[in-house]
């Protein structure tokens, strides 16, 4: 039994604690509290169109949303307030770096590419593009790419639509193939 | 004794050829699940419930609480051979299950691990077994006042016992109720939230978002990270496994104390990944070896497993009794339990007695199923980390996709899955608790019913809530709780200025 020592995260490329700093805890909270505050402005602007009184039968329709988007905007603006009184701790923290951005974005958009591609191509064809494009895209070679798009494709063909009887989206490939 | 009968009109009508297999497909599924990290319990729950809408409800309860034993045994595979939590709950798994792997005691951190989740999963599933009779006892007295009295208590224990900053779970289970309210309402008819927008009419479904907080955003995560797996040379061999097993009884004191623990948390909304924290944390601070702690120690291991694993299993009783979740995964297959055409809450353990203890029996054999599979499947599982994460992660995003079609065959949907993974990257940077706001999405709607309910029954009085001893004990022990970390701060500061 041979046992690698050390821990498992500090990989070649991984900049760790010299990821040059991008986002500080301090601001993601801020934006987090902003998000919060717009998803609850979104509620109450929602909850408007309906009666938001409270009737002899209780509330209505827009009562309950009206009031948690009023919560909601009351709990963004503590935690803004919150996170502004430890603005020093909180500034000196980063959550997100450079490197790390750009790897989690490089790992975001291609998802963002394979929901686009999704309805018009067909899931299959979408899949087996993102899955090739990605497997060459981290160096895997030629090889690993097409092994890895084609057994995927297959084996979720085999399950969604002989198996499991849940037929997933088809696109024009399917059609010309006779397979839609 | 009633119990006892029930327990074995249970057994007949679990044990069938169909039953054991799906347990073991669930269980496989589960540990598969748990093993790789950016997927978890939650994910591997939610990505086959689409799969059982057309099953009976007993099969489809079985193949769902098999793959989440597997999701909670395999997490700590890796955290055990890689010290990378395969899942929340086995976080504390690695503090003492990795150094004894890397001591060359692989072997027998793993086996006291499955061994020790047995004997918690044991445990849950037999105090379920003792309670589940009481609770038919109180069921024919719920009435609207009562439910939502207890969904105000699921959610003031978030706020109290969640861990998280208050304010966070407080935006976390707005957030689930505002989803939750999105399309037609059901009292009035009228369409709420939907912007005009045709693809909101059918409302959120809280599957996509499940996919989207822990799928998509434990991947983003975990690419930032950029991990690597090692390859590490993973054979069991038989004796040693005995050996550990013949050991674990010199450790009673924590499984006895982890197994209480546990139990507690799974049916308080805790979860299984507080359970296993505070247990580890309980034993650090009380165990003769404690100064071992975090070198190896196999106490460390068993405290954390137990108590993840009583937890996990208690945490059904609440959930069908009550309509509680007691952790984010049973949140989600009190969905299913929802789409399956059945009402959770004490009626269920009267009109449903085949699917109540039909699913009860069935966990005492899956979690049997479970250890044994574990142990035997080591290797297997060890090799799939081999393959790159960089392959597996585009994978894992296919079945994310894949399942998040499912749902309703829409591609707006996928654009969701996307939004909220992103919503789950900030929530987890920012320690917003996901769990509650599950919780809200599922039963969002049916606390509003049941409080709209309950005001028209009192003609808009809140004395409604506290109209007889059971609801208003009810209440006030969900008010006590919420207002909780209020108190405790007064307290705090009392003293520190006295």
């Known amino acids: 039994m041979t046992q690698e020592s050390g821990t498992s995260q500090a990989g070649p490329g991984h900049a760790g ?164 | 004794m009633e ?35 950016g997927l978890g319990a939650p994910n591997g729950v939610t990505l086959l419930l689409p799969l059982t809408f057309s099953m009976d409800p007993v099969s489809a309860i079985i193949l769902l609480t098999s793959t989440y034993w597997g999701a909670l045994f395999g997490g700590s595979t890796t955290s055990i051979l890689f010290n990378i939590p395969g899942e929340p709950s086995s976080v504390a798994t690695t503090f003492d299950g990795h150094p004894m792997a890397r001591q060359g005691k692989a072997t027998e951190a793993l086996t006291t691990a499955f061994l020790s989740a047995g004997f918690g999963a044991f445990v849950g599933i037999v105090v379920i077994t003792l309670l589940s009779g009481f609770v038919t006892s109180f069921a024919l007295r719920f009435a609207p006042p009562e439910y939502f009295a207890v969904y105000f208590l699921a959610f003031a224990s978030f706020v109290a016992f969640g861990g998280g900053a208050p304010m966070k779970t407080v935006v976390s289970i707005v957030t689930g109720f505002a989803l939750a309210t999105v399309g037609m309402d059901i009292v009035s008819g009228g369409m709420r939230l939907t912007f005009d927008m045709p693809e909101l009419i059918r409302g959120v479904s809280f599957l996509v978002v499940v996919i989207g907080l822990f799928g998509i955003g434990e991947l983003l995560l975990t690419m930032e990270d950029s991990l690597e797996f090692k390859p590490v040379a993973t054979t069991l061999s038989p004796k040693r496994v005995l050996a550990a097993a013949c050991a674990l009884p010199r450790h ?38 404690g100064a071992n702690f975090g070198r190896g120690e196999p106490e460390g291991v068993v405290s954390p497993e137990t108590a993840d694993h009583a937890a996990g299993t208690a ?156 609801v208003g004990g009810i209440a006030t022990l969900g008010l006590a709780l919420l207002l909780w970390p209020v108190v405790s701060m007064v307290l705090r500061k009392m003293r520190r200025a006295a």
């Open chain 2, 315 to 470: 945490a059904m009783l609440p959930m069908l009794a009550l309509g509680i979740p007691g952790s984010a995964t049973a949140a989600v297959m009190l969905g299913g339990l929802m789409i399956w055409g059945l009402n959770p809450g004490p009626m269920l353990f009267i009109e449903q007695r085949d699917f109540v203890w039909g699913m009860i029996a069935s966990m005492y054999l899956s979690n049997i199923v479970a250890v044994v599979l574990v142990l035997a499947t080591v290797p297997l599982f060890a090799a799939i980390l081999r393959l790159p994460f960089t392959i597996v992660a585009p994978l894992i995003v296919v079945v994310c996709t894949i399942s998040a079609w499912s749902v309703a065959s829409a591609g707006f949907d996928l654009w969701l899955m996307l939004v909220f993974g992103l919503v789950g990257w900030g929530m987890k940077k920012l320690d917003y608790p996901i769990a509650p706001l599950v919780l809200a999405m599922v039963i969002g709607d049916k606390a509003e019913d049941a409080f709209r309910q309950s005001m028209i029954i009192s003609h808009g009085s809140f004395g409604v809530f506290w109209s007889n001893p059971l």
């Open chain 1, 17 to 180: 604690g010299g990821d040059a700093p991008l986002l500080s805890r301090l601001a993601l909270e801020l934006i987090g509290a902003l998000v919060v505050l717009g998803f609850g402005a979104t509620v109450i602007w929602g909850a408007l169109e309906h009666d938001i009184g409270w009737g002899d039968d209780g509330p209505q329709p827009g009562t309950l949303p009206f009031w948690l988007g009023v919560i909601a905007m009351l709990a963004a603006v503590a935690i803004a307030v919150q996170a502004l009184r430890k603005s020093e701790a909180l500034g000196a923290q980063i959550v997100l770096g450079r490197t790390a951005a750009k790897q989690t974005a490089a790992f975001l958009l291609p998802i963002a590419a394979l929901v686009a591609l999704t309805v018009p191509l067909g899931l299959y064809l979408a899949m087996g593009i993102y899955l090739f494009g990605m497997v060459m895209w981290h160096g895997h070679g030629l090889k690993a790419a097409i092994v890895t798009a084609v057994a995927a494709i297959v084996f979720n063909w085999v399950a969604f639509e002989y198996w499991f009887l849940l037929p997933l989206p088809k696109g024009p490939i399917e059609a010309l193939l006779g397979l839609g």
């Open chain 2, 3 to 37: 119990n006892l009968e029930a327990l074995m009109h249970g057994f007949s009508v679990a044990i069938s050829f169909q039953h054991i297999a799906l347990m073991i497909g669930g269980v496989l599924l589960g540990i598969l699940v748990g093993v790789l990290p």
């Open chain 2, 252 to 289: 009673w004191v924590a499984l006895a104390r982890s197994a209480t623990v546990g139990i507690w948390m799974g049916i308080t909304p805790g979860g299984p990944t507080a359970a296993s924290f505070m247990s580890y944390g309980l034993a650090r601070r009380f165990s003769r070896n």
